[in-house]
């Protein structure tokens, strides 16, 4: 079992990192909202830097991929939806149909439509640079083996990145949370920076996570009109995640989880 960090214990860390900056009396929050911000002289901050150029699509080489079908599912209403969806923090053990799966990973950010030399998705972009990844810890998917999958957009399939058992390791990275590992599936969304900050510089995180949200609320959107549920968990130790999932948490870092599944029963 990994130790976690107790509660007080970060808040007094978070405390003396800011009594401990001379150099600024603002927390890293405002530093960064103020830092990343445009005056009619451009941008505010003075330390930026551009990332580099990186391919639209991530993909694995040699992965085993599942294509996904078209959606053919028409549930109720959007005014419908927007009134039922709400979080849910326990979920029952049926199984998550991989029709269901498919519809939901489509809706969060799948292909939509072109204009001009665009693909565009299900959620916005700033410049349509799409620095968002989807990968998903399969636990309960009616024709998946258990393990963790990459949404592979550019051709709508799931790589598998590693076969496996996770719950326990997602359950931990997630401060061993309740609502998380506990679910048939589970989405993690992740950002490649640079596909943002090659065009926007430092400003291009605040697009990010823009992004992320829009992409959040379609998952909680087609979820609740599946009649599941699901809940966004935005606190979580970073390096356990990015390690579960094999990625650096520098050039490619987690962003946010959400357990899926049908509620549980009272």
């Keep these: 079992m990994r130790k976690l960090c107790p509660a007080f214990l970060v808040s007094f860390i978070l405390l003396f990192s800011v009594q401990a900056d001379s150099g600024d009396s603002l927390s890293i929050g405002p530093r960064f909202h103020r830092e990343t911000g445009y005056d009619e002289y451009g941008a505010v901050g003075k330390n930026i830097s551009f990332g580099e150029n990186k391919p639209l699509y991530k993909e694995y080489p040699g992965a085993k991929k599942t294509k996904l079908p078209q959606p053919s599912f028409a549930g109720p209403s959007l005014e ?37 030399q665009y693909d565009l998705r299900a959620a916005p972009s700033g410049g349509a640079l ?30 598998l990145v590693k076969a ?23 989405v993690i969304l992740t950002s490649r920076f640079e596909r943002s900050t090659r065009k926007y510089a430092d400003r291009g995180y605040r697009y990010i996570y ?8 379609n998952i909680y959107l087609q ?22 999932l094999e990625i650096d948490g520098a050039e490619e870092a987690a962003l946010l989880i959400m357990p899926v599944g049908f509620v549980k029963d009272k």
């Design 80 to 116: 419908q939806v927007i009134r039922a969806r709400k979080s849910v923090r326990t979920f029952s053990d049926r199984t998550v149909g991989f029709e269901h799966l498919a519809q939901l990973l489509l809706s969060a950010d799948g292909l939509t439509h072109q204009l001009s």
């Design 164 to 186: 496996g058992h996770f719950n326990k390791e997602i359950h931990e990275a997630a401060n061993e949370q309740s609502a998380v590992g506990n679910s048939p599936l589970t």
């Design 223 to 244: 979820v609740t009109s599946l009649g599941m549920g699901t809940v966004a968990v935005g606190a979580f130790n970073d390096r356990w995640l990015n390690e579960l």
């Design 130 to 159: 799409y620095p968002i990844e989807i990968y998903v810890i399969i636990t309960n998917v009616e024709g998946l083996d258990m393990g963790l999958y990459h949404f592979r957009v550019a051709d709508s399939s799931l790589e």
């Design 210 to 217: 823009m992004e992320a949200g829009a992409i959040c609320e």
